[in-house]
């Protein structure tokens, strides 16, 4: 059993940058691929980065690659968010999630575990 608590969520204005944070306890967060989804209102849950147990693979939705990016810290057993250039179609509600193999995953199904989430709200 994993849990798993986001945080770092909140408003921020168009353009400005964010930093979540997933704090993972009970097994051995090294031994879990991990990734970020994220849910707007009426809309389905979709992915937005993931990252694989020992952090030597990302992979990134094609809206957020070249302003986001995923990282792990093992030895804090936390997971890291950073979100920069934010827009307002950013906003919804950001999940950490966390699945007992080596690769890298993209679909919300094939995670064991989910945080709570936080939430993020972009003003334009």
């Known amino acids: 059993q994993v849990q798993l608590v986001e945080s770092g969520g909140g408003l921020v204005q168009a353009g400005g940058s964010l930093r979540l944070s997933c704090a993972a306890s009970g097994r051995t967060f090294s031994r879990y691929g991990m990734g970020w989804f994220r849910q707007a209102p009426g809309k389905e849950r979709e992915f937005v980065a993931a990252?694989?147990?020992?952090?030597?693979?990302?992979y990134y939705a094609d809206s957020v690659k070249g302003r986001f990016t995923i990282s792990r810290d093992n030895a804090k057993n936390t997971l890291y968010l950073q979100m920069n250039s934010l827009k307002p179609e950013d906003t919804a509600v950001y999940y950490c999630?966390?699945?007992?193999?080596?690769?890298?995953?993209?679909?919300?199904?094939?995670?064991?575990?989910w945080g709570q989430g936080t939430q993020v709200t972009v003003s334009s």
């Open positions: 999630a966390a699945h007992q193999g080596i690769v890298v995953v993209t679909t919300p199904t094939s995670y064991d575990y």
């Open positions: 990252i694989s147990w020992i952090g030597g693979s990302t």
